[in-house]
C-alpha cells in the first residue's frame, strides 16, 4: 500500500515547463513541504485495511497527464482527480464512521436499563396504589352506574322518602350515603329554612326535602378541606350506626354567583349536646344513657370490621360537646369527621387526609400538645379521642341532678385557663402543671357518677397507652347499665 501511494507522489512532483494551468491544492501526507502544493491535477487517494476503521488519506498535485490514475480503485486503494484551487481540500472517499463517546456507549448500556427499570417500578407502584385504593372504595358509587346526571329523572327520586331512599340504597356492602347523582338530585331539591348555628367551619341550617327536615352543613371556602374529607369518609366507608350522624348527600353547588359546599344529614332539633347541657338538666338515669350511647358512636369508629362488606377503624380527633348531637330519645351519635384518620390492618395502610386543621384546644391530649404523638400511629390517634371522651363525661356529670342540687354547665377547665384558651395556655395547665378537671366528692353519692367519675380518671392519664380503651369502657358501662343496684358505692 505505502510502494503504491508513494509511486502516487512520486509523479506528483514531477516539474515540467509547459505551458499549461496551474492549481493550488491541499497537501497532506507524506512527501509534503507544507499544507499547500501546485499543480495541473489535485487528488486525493485513501486506503482502508479490512480489519480496521483507521483510514490512511494523501492530499496532493500532478504536474504531469496521468489520468488514468485518477477515479480508480486498486484493490483496498482508491484515488480521485479534481480541477480547480483547493479542490481537493474537502473530498473523502471512504465514508467516515465516528466511534461514539464513551458516554454514550455508557449511557446506553447502563443508565438506559436503569431508567426503564425505574420507570417499571414506579408505574408497578402506581398500579399497585390504584388497586388498593379500588379495594378500599369498592363501595364507592361509580357516576356510570346511574347514567348521565343531565339526563337523570329527577322526579323519580322526588317520589321518595329519604327513608325509602336510604332504605334502597345503603345497605351494608354500600357506603353511608346514596348514589353520586341521587345526592346532588336531593341536594339540590332542597330548601333552606333557618339558620340553626354557626361555626368556624361555616353554618348549619335546617332544610327541608320532600316535606321532610334535614340539616345542611354550609362550608366557608377556607376549610374546603373538611368537607372533602367528611364527603370521602361517608361516601367511602360504612358508617350507618345510630349513634353516629346519619349522611344523606353532598354536593358542590353555585348558588347566589358563588361556590356552596353542602353536606346533607339527618337533622335533630334538639341540637348539639353542648347547646343541650346548657339548658336541661338529667338525672342520673339520662346521664348513663347520654354516656353509653356516645361510647357506642366512638367504639364504632375505632373497630375494624373485616370482610368484602367490612370497614376500616377511624379515629375522630375532634370530640368535644359541640361536635355530639343529642337525639328525641335522648341518646346520642358523634358528627364531625372532617379531620378523621383511617386504618387498615387488612390493607395495611393509615389515611390522615391533608386537612391543615387542628382540633380544638380545650379537649386536646397532653401528647398532642407536647407534640410528642406518634402521628404514624393509628393507637395514639385512639387515645386522644378516649382523653376527649373523659372530659365530655365531666360535661354530662356536672348536669345531673343529685339530691336535688346540680352544677350551672362549665366547659372543661373553665376556671384554669381564658374562654378562648391557647395552645400555650393549654399546654401549660395539662402537660407542665398537669392539672384535670375537678370533680365533686358529692359525685360519690351517686353510683352511677361514681363510676363515670372512675372511668374519666382513667381517660386522662398523662401516659396515653395507661388510657382505658374506647371499647373496655363500653363493656363497664353496659355491665353498670345492666346491673345498677340501690345505695351508695363507695369512692
Not at 62 to 68: L, R
Not at 294 to 322: M, N, W, Y
Not at 431 to 444: K, L, V
Request: proline share 3%.
Amino acid at each position: 500500500m505505502q510502494n503504491r501511494i508513494f509511486w502516487i507522489l512520486s509523479l506528483a512532483f514531477v516539474t515540467s515547463a509547459s505551458d499549461v494551468t496551474y492549481y493550488s491544492c491541499s497537501c497532506h501526507g507524506g512527501g509534503c513541504s507544507g499544507n499547500f502544493c501546485t499543480g495541473r491535477t489535485c487528488f486525493v487517494t485513501e486506503e482502508k485495511l479490512p480489519d480496521s476503521k483507521e483510514i490512511f488519506r494523501v492530499r496532493g498535485c500532478f504536474n504531469t497527464s496521468i489520468a488514468e490514475q485518477c477515479n480508480s480503485r486498486t484493490g483496498i486503494t482508491e484515488a480521485t482527480c479534481c480541477y480547480s484551487h483547493l479542490c481537493n481540500a474537502n473530498i473523502t472517499i471512504f465514508p467516515t464512521e465516528v466511534e461514539p463517546p464513551i458516554t454514550t456507549s455508557l449511557l446506553l448500556v447502563t443508565i438506559l436499563p436503569v431508567g426503564l427499570l425505574l420507570i417499571l417500578a414506579i408505574l408497578f407502584t402506581f398500579l399497585f396504589w390504584k388497586l388498593r385504593r379500588k379495594s378500599r372504595k369498592k363501595s364507592l358509587a361509580r357516576l356510570i352506574d346511574f347514567g348521565n346526571p343531565d339526563i337523570i329523572n329527577a322526579s323519580t327520586v322526588g317520589d321518595s322518602t329519604l327513608g325509602d331512599l336510604l332504605d334502597d340504597y345503603c345497605t351494608t356492602g354500600s357506603g353511608s350515603g346514596l348514589p353520586f347523582l341521587v345526592q346532588r338530585t336531593v341536594a339540590r331539591q332542597v330548601t333552606l329554612v333557618e339558620c340553626v348555628g354557626k361555626g368556624r367551619y361555616g353554618e348549619v341550617w335546617r332544610g327541608t326535602w320532600q316535606g321532610e327536615n334535614v340539616a345542611v352543613k354550609i362550608f366557608s371556602s377556607r376549610d374546603e378541606q373538611s368537607w372533602f374529607r367528611e364527603t370521602e369518609i361517608y361516601n367511602t366507608v360504612l358508617l350507618r350506626h345510630e349513634n353516629i350522624l346519619g349522611f344523606i348527600a353532598s354536593d358542590m353547588t353555585s348558588r347566589n354567583s358563588s361556590t356552596q359546599l353542602w353536606l346533607i344529614t339527618h337533622y335533630h332539633d334538639t341540637g348539639s349536646l353542648y347547646d343541650y347541657l346548657q339548658r336541661t338538666t338529667v338525672d342520673s338515669k339520662a346521664c348513663l344513657q347520654l354516656a353509653v350511647s356516645i361510647i357506642c358512636g366512638l367504639v364504632h369508629l375505632h373497630v375494624e370490621i373485616f370482610g368484602t362488606q367490612g370497614k376500616p377503624a377511624i379515629a375522630h380527633r375532634d370530640l368535644k360537646s359541640r361536635n355530639i348531637l343529642v337525639k328525641a330519645n335522648n341518646q346520642c351519635c358523634i358528627a364531625d369527621l372532617g379531620l378523621a384518620v383511617m386504618h387498615s390492618q387488612t390493607e395495611d395502610y393509615l389515611d390522615v387526609g391533608n386537612n391543615p386543621r387542628v382540633g380544638t384546644k380545650r379537649y386536646m391530649a397532653p401528647e398532642v400538645l407536647d407534640e410528642t404523638i406518634r402521628t404514624d400511629s393509628f393507637e395514639s390517634y385512639k387515645q386522644t379521642d378516649v382523653w376527649a371522651y373523659g372530659l365530655v363525661l365531666w360535661e354530662i356529670c356536672r348536669r345531673t341532678v343529685i339530691n336535688g342540687m346540680v352544677e350551672d354547665y362549665k366547659p372543661p377547665f373553665y376556671d384554669m385557663v381564658p374562654h378562648d384558651p391557647s395552645f400555650e395556655d393549654m399546654k401549660k395547665v395539662v402537660c407542665i402543671d398537669q392539672q384535670r378537671p375537678n370533680i365533686p366528692n358529692t359525685w360519690c353519692v351517686d353510683n352511677v357518677l361514681s363510676a363515670l367519675r372512675k372511668i374519666m380518671r382513667e381517660c386522662w392519664y398523662q401516659s396515653p397507652s395507661a388510657r382505658l380503651t374506647a371499647l373496655r369502657i363500653k363493656k363497664t358501662l353496659n355491665n353498670l347499665k345492666n346491673s345498677l343496684q340501690e345505695g351508695k358505692q363507695e369512692c
